[in-house]
């Protein structure tokens, strides 16, 4: 794909650079790439160097965009966010300049995998032109566009099948430009304006070390007003859509719910907001949501999804399982009756001393002395979890919105049944500052039916920067996915 101001476009300037199967070149430029995230509510900065084997991440940063600068996705106020991106840099020794950023946002970006009739590149290229306009919701008289064909070995070589797949990004100008402006006042050098999908892609299969080149994932990424789903087979994506849902809609939900203000429902969202898996599993949270523990089909509320409920279950939330029953009585407990016990009376049954036994033994303790053990009752799970009484609250509060969430990831996971019904879905990856939600994993993987996991973008790489610590590091890990796959895409996809 080419670089910023070579693309293919309609009115000129930068591009997006979606690459729907990136490939690792033979010998990758290397050098030091700074990947950046502008979220609405917080900014990630990745920097790495190296490539290939040798990638190494030297640098690492997370700071809260200044209000005012970022709205709905989209730059407000170049010069603000210009100069505190410079100060973020500084603050945490992060020296590169080259840098791929992001452009995200369904009020001024798309992007699409669309289905045309099989033709040459230059073909393509004019019929792009046109097709553009069907799936854009604003003008397309002011955009930047890039397209790329996605390779499908199943389809494209098929004389019964007349139609490929393109992937498509579409961008308003004035969006892009603002990010250029962005970068400029801060003293970077823009390369790329990349894509979301294809980042959280990039950092989550292309670097992985578990083989998930070859499977069929969908990522999930939870940014704080809505969710970017991309359906990925065999690495390439197939399916990208977002959702207008993210993190500020558990947050209002909170704050409705109990009456609270959008900074203390914040506050309350990551102290309390906990997934209650017991509820789930025992049909509670259902009555909570529709009125019966039979959840949607009692409540007579129709779904057109099939769920896989055969999945194993995941493990309790609170551990144990039933109360151990009572040990059998021993035929050889002491009884009150036994005529021996704590007497002094010689017992005509016991064993004669052993005249040999060492002075120094030491004698066995008498069962009559014996400890009593009592087995432990089951103890109700408000005095094993003393906050348990609020996080049921807010609970019941993001319940609604989560059963929609999940629903609209359904959804995503049935379009890819039904257009691959032959192949399985093997896992789901959440990642972005909203999956921290605990058990979120779980809530998921119990009512879809397929594993599910908060990614750890970082696991299996070398991570050598010292301006955080590991226990921090951990705790933003799903955050800094975006950037870390821009921050890497010179090194997985070699020189353009």
Known sequence: MARLGEGTKKGGGAKAAPRPKPVVRAR????????????????????????????????????NTPPGTVMQGVIADPKTLGAA????????????????CSVAGAAGMVVRVIEVPKMTPSELAETMKWEVERHIPFAASDVELSFQK??????????????????LAVAQRDMIAQHINTLTAAGLTPLVIDVEP?????????????GLQSKNVVIVNMGASQTDVGVFKGGALRYPRTIPLGGDNLTRAIA????LSMDAAEDEKRAHAVILMDLVKSGQADEMMYGTAGGMEDAGISTPFDVDMSAPLPPPLFGGG????????SPFDIADDNPFANSTATNP??????????????????????????????????????????????????????GEFVMELRRSVDYFRSKYPNDTMDLILLCGGSARVQNLDQYI???????????????????????????????IASAMTVALGLAARDAVLGKE
């Open 28 to 63: 990758p430029s290397g050098g030091a790439f700074v990947g950046l995230d502008i979220g609405t509510q917080t900014i990630k900065m990745v920097e790495v160097s190296g490539a290939g084997s040798g990638l190494r991440v030297t640098g690492l940063a997370i700071e």
């Open 256 to 259: 409705d719910r109990l009456g």
């Open 85 to 100: 991106l410079k100060q973020m840099r500084t603050k945490n020794g992060i020296k590169a300049t080259k840098c791929v």
């Open 445 to 475: 993987e119990y009512d879809l039916g397929v594993p599910t996991s908060v990614a750890d973008p970082f696991a299996g790489l070398n991570v050598v920067s010292k301006n955080m610590s590991v226990t921090r590091r951990m705790e």
């Open 150 to 167: 996605i390779d499908n070995p199943e389809t494209d070589n098929d004389p019964n099948n007349p139609n490929m797949e393109v992937l």
């Open 349 to 402: 049954f016991a064993e004669p001393a052993n005249p040999f036994a060492s002075p120094f033994e030491e004698a066995a303790p008498d069962i009559a002395d014996a400890p009593v053990v009592v087995e432990p009752a089951m103890v109700p799970v408000e005095q094993v979890e003393p906050h348990y009484e609020r996080r049921k609250e807010v609970f019941n509060a993001i319940l609604p919105m989560l």
């Open 322 to 329: 039933e109360t151990p029953a009572a040990a059998p009585a």
């Open 198 to 210: 294809l980042a959280v892609g990039r950092a989550l299969i292309d670097l992985s070390k578990e």
